[in-house]
């Protein structure tokens, strides 16, 4: 199973973008972040002309999570579940769970954080103690899972292109990577740096000051592996090609290739 992670940063603006890359590359899965648009308008029936089955958790304007799949999917749970049966609803459309050909695919958009310190770098670690949470919830199921997304954490120095300018802030703060290796260390691979330990690469090129054409990078988008897709991990490469279109999204996709 070839499954793809890509923040398209408003689904409208970028569709013949993804459905051009879609017919290229023609993944198995695609996980989409930042969608920026109610379920109901998503455009289902554009995936469907390439054969894909379309499952959308949205919202008007901002965050929203889809996935498009030519294998069927069996189940979908668009819900992190809450620390608390007590706390309230997270009203953030940012997680999508979907189940195809016996492993769950989590597809995440996490918070960005800043500014930091406030409520928005709280809201991102309360976040991430769900995920924990829900993530060793999983490895106490029986089924292989992934989570892969838009974690919007740089796990280490290596992953930018800058690390003294952005040690402050909430992508690259200690408390951010701390958390984000907790979850790592209830026993999930980074494919992608499983696979490229010494390679500085990145996924997401910002607008602003030619960050693309200067390279001035960061490695935001991850898939965690539990053990049992681990041992099946074949490849995971970042595909630039996107981030340098027209009306391109500022991230780039990433592809895993997940074996029998």
């Known amino acids: 199973m070839r499954v793809a992670s890509w923040n398209v940063n408003s689904i409208k603006a970028r569709l013949p973008n993804v459905l051009d890359w879609l017919g290229k590359v023609q993944p198995d899965v695609l996980l989409m972040q930042e969608i920026k648009c109610q379920d109901g308008d998503f455009p289902a029936l554009e995936f469907e002309s390439l054969g894909y089955k379309a499952v959308a958790h949205g919202q008007k304007s901002y965050n929203g999570v889809a996935v498009v799949s030519r294998l069927p999917i069996q189940a979908a749970r668009p819900v992190l579940p809450k620390l608390q049966d007590s706390d309230p609803d997270d009203p953030q459309a940012r997680y999508l769970e979907v189940e195809i050909n016996g492993v769950i695919l989590g597809n995440l958009y996490l918070p960005n954080g800043n500014p ?117 991990l074949q490849s995971c490469e970042i595909d630039r090609a996107p981030r340098g279109l027209e009306k391109a999204s500022d991230h780039t996709p990433i592809v895993c290739m997940i074996g029998d």
């Open 116 to 232: 930091r310190p406030g409520d928005k770098y709280t809201y991102k670690l309360e976040w991430m103690q769900r995920l924990h949470k829900h993530a060793a919830r999983l490895l106490d199921g029986d089924m292989p899972f992934l989570l892969a997304g838009d974690y919007n954490i740089c796990p280490t120095d290596r992953d930018l292109y800058d690390p003294a300018g952005w040690v402050e802030d909430a992508l690259c703060y200690i408390d951010s990577r701390k958390a984000y290796r907790s979850i790592l260390n209830l026993g999930l691979t980074e494919a992608w740096r499983a696979l490229h330990p010494n390679i500085q690469d990145y996924t997401f090129w910002d607008y602003q000051a030619g960050a693309w054409f200067k390279n001035h990078g960061l490695r935001i988008d991850h898939f965690l592996l539990s053990p049992a897709l681990a041992d099946r």
